[in-house]
């Protein structure tokens, strides 16, 4: 069963978090052996978003030090990631996690975190535009916009769009570890289409 983790910080975005985490959810409920398990790592196990909402992560949490590494790891941006990408615990958690395999799904400044650890060089990274110092702060050069792939790395930002870019993002990474579950979800929460994907390559792995 293919496994995600969906990283949580303080001052995470409600959208990001909550939108990426109501179609993994769905994802994890599908029916059969492509069913998609979930689990919320972060720092502690209580955390407030940016807009306030107080999220006690009871079921399926696992602490950063020592939770396992997934086939996708999702991290969502918002007010708190710059704050974040200072930890050395994710800095270590995302570095093993990509050596051990795991693909990265970023929502916008979600990318920040990722550059603390220095994962983000020689990649093309989407994410908004008044966060592209940070970013190039952190060797990242290739910055770019829409929803995008580069080989183990998939962003999403910098654009305007009609859809959500977590879900956007979210379903981009059902179709790649489960797609027979992806129609499932899309059905269920009434959904379709979602912006175009433009695949990219960096110059390392």
Known sequence: MPSVSLIAYADVDDLDFCGALSV??????AIGKSAISVNI??????????????????????????????????????????VASQSAMFDSFFVEARAAGSQFYTICSGALLLAGSGLLRNRHVAMHHTKHDLLRGAGCDKITSGLVKDTWLTSVG??????????????????????????????????????????????SA
Not at 24 to 29: C, M, Q, R, V
Not at 62 to 69: D, E, I
């Open 24 to 29: 993994l959810a769905k994802a994890s409920a």
């Open 41 to 82: 790592v972060s720092e502690e196990r209580s955390f407030r978003t940016s807009s306030g909402i107080c999220f006690d992560a009871q079921d399926h949490w696992s602490p950063l030090k020592s939770a396992g590494f997934s086939d996708a790891i999702v991290v969502p941006g918002g007010a708190g990631a710059a």
């Open 158 to 203: 910098g654009d305007k769009a009609p859809s959500c870019k977590s879900l956007d993002i979210t379903f981009e990474l059902i179709k790649d570890l489960s797609p027979a579950v992806a129609a499932q979800v899309a059905a269920r929460m009434e959904l379709s289409g979602g912006r175009k994907t433009k695949t990219l390559a960096g110059v």
